[in-house]
């Protein structure tokens, strides 16, 4: 029997997870932590659809926490087999779930110390040492080649752009009547035309069944020039003698604010003197980004030959200790700081945020998506409190979003993406993204002769 089991990320952004079998053989796509409010971070403490021993392997997309972040604990639960990542991808993977282990051990200790958890003793997702043994699991495998999971299973890579290392998988097996069907899954697609990284590419072969992101499905983004906005940002703020708070993702939307913000130092318009990065993880990524050479686009690779670092690594201020991090709260200059996470949910950016959003002369720029629940949608809402370790916090800075820095792609290019595959699918599925996205690009697919997609639901199977 061949079935699929949809097992996250269906209505949601976050926690993405898909379960194949074909007899004996089962896979994984992705295994993605849920990220947002306190219902859906709960879903990453419940009982896996699928007893982790009995897999056969997992196959990652790109190294993003919402489609890595439960590595670890399917690993502690007795997952032995091989998990899969492009050559580009095992690098970050290795940065996040090594920085993932280590905050959950972390929060889990501040939470006992300041009794702000729900549970008495709390514990831990998972820990560093799940986070160690996982790793060691890691295979990694080159774009654009078949690679056998099993006997008649074989995937292959094509890049998404969306990250370092992001790909869209293809796998084919024989199904239930013995007919071999091929699987695309797009991973997140990346934009196209965007710096740093190669477009997103089509998979080789024509899918039987397609499973398509949806993160943006319901909007176009704005064409904006993000230079133009960082330049005008940082001197109205600086003028005033506040600071610009960048939240970004370690992974992917830092360089791209650092390599924008290179280009200004370049032409004059910034010191790279009042410019911090306080990521130790996003310092760590950023390198990689600078030594993965042949996935550089075309502009990366034009900016390092007229050496310059590309990224600002050599420029910028590099914030590796928890100290060097605390310190920036006690500055009295302006400053342009760009932290984690993304989404204001952890890390040290929550610590500038709660120092300084009760000043108006501030400013934090958000350059992604905010997902429901998250405190960074909550500040694009509008918020004028928010909660900061039990604490009220009052909004008085500036909030703005810059949506030109997306690496989703938006509605019009995931229909470019679809309709580059070398094929039509027979079925599609929609999942990564939020209902009204699905449902909005669920009807433009159909509009352009698409069979009507999918949109399935946590548990959703399959036969197929």
Not at 76 to 101: H, M, N, T, W
Request: proline residues 5%; positive net charge; contains cysteine.
């Amino acid at each position: 029997m061949s079935e699929v089991l949809f097992s996250g990320a269906c209505g949601s952004v976050t926690g993405s997870c898909t379960y194949l079998r074909w007899g004996k053989t089962s896979v994984l796509v992705d295994c993605g932590l849920y990220q947002g409010d306190d219902e859906l971070e709960q879903r990453n403490w419940r009982k896996f659809a699928f007893r982790p021993h009995q897999l056969t392997a997992v196959i990652l997309t790109h190294a993003h926490l919402d489609h890595t972040g439960l590595l670890p604990r399917l690993v502690a639960e007795g997952f032995k087999g091989p998990i899969y990542c492009s050559r580009a991808s095992r690098g970050l993977v290795s940065l996040i779930l090594q920085d993932a282990g280590h905050l959950q051990e972390e929060q889990a200790r501040y939470a006992r110390k300041k009794g702000y958890s729900r549970h008495r003793k709390p514990k831990p997702l998972f820990t560093s040492v799940d986070a160690r043994r996982t790793l060691k699991l890691l295979e990694p495998r080159a774009f654009h080649h078949e690679h056998e999971v099993a006997p008649g299973v074989v995937f292959q890579y094509a890049r998404s752009g969306h990250l370092l290392g992001a790909g869209s998988v293809e796998i084919t097996a024989k199904n239930s009547s013995g007919r071999r069907r091929t699987w695309v899954f797009s991973g997140d697609v990346g934009r196209f035309d965007a710096p740093l990284l190669k477009d997103p590419q089509p998979s080789s072969k024509a899918p039987h069944t397609l499973v398509l992101e949806s993160t943006y499905g319901d909007r176009d983004h704005r064409q904006t020039d993000p230079r133009r906005e960082f330049r005008k940002t940082i001197r109205r703020v600086f003028k005033r003698g506040g600071s610009v708070v960048i939240p970004a993702f370690a992974l992917g939307r830092t360089q791209e604010v650092l390599y924008h913000l290179a280009a200004l130092v370049e032409s004059g318009d910034l010191d790279p003197k009042d410019v911090f990065l306080d990521s130790p993880m996003a310092i760590k990524a950023t390198d990689l980004y600078r030594q993965a050479k042949q996935e550089h686009d075309e502009d990366l690779a034009q900016a390092m030959e007229r050496e310059m670092s590309g990224l600002g690594a050599d420029q910028f201020n590099r914030c590796q200790s928890a100290e060097q991090s605390k310190a920036l709260n006690r500055r009295r200059k302006p400053a342009v700081i760009v932290a984690a996470s993304g989404m204001a949910t952890g890390g040290r950016v929550v610590h500038h945020l709660k120092h300084l959003l009760p000043d108006p002369r501030n400013a934090v720029v958000f350059v992604g998506y905010q997902a429901g629940g998250t405190r960074g949608r909550a500040l694009v809402n509008g918020a004028q409190t928010v909660a900061i370790h039990r604490q009220r916090v009052r909004v008085r800075a500036e909030i703005m979003s810059l949506h030109g820095l997306s690496a989703h792609g938006d509605g019009d290019e995931l229909l470019r993406w679809a309709e580059s595959l070398p094929g039509r699918p027979k079925r599609i599925f929609l999942n990564h993204g939020e209902d009204p996205a699905r449902k909005a690009l669920g009807a433009e697919l159909e509009e352009r002769g698409f069979p009507r997609p999918e949109l399935p639901y946590t548990g959703h199977a399959v036969k197929f």
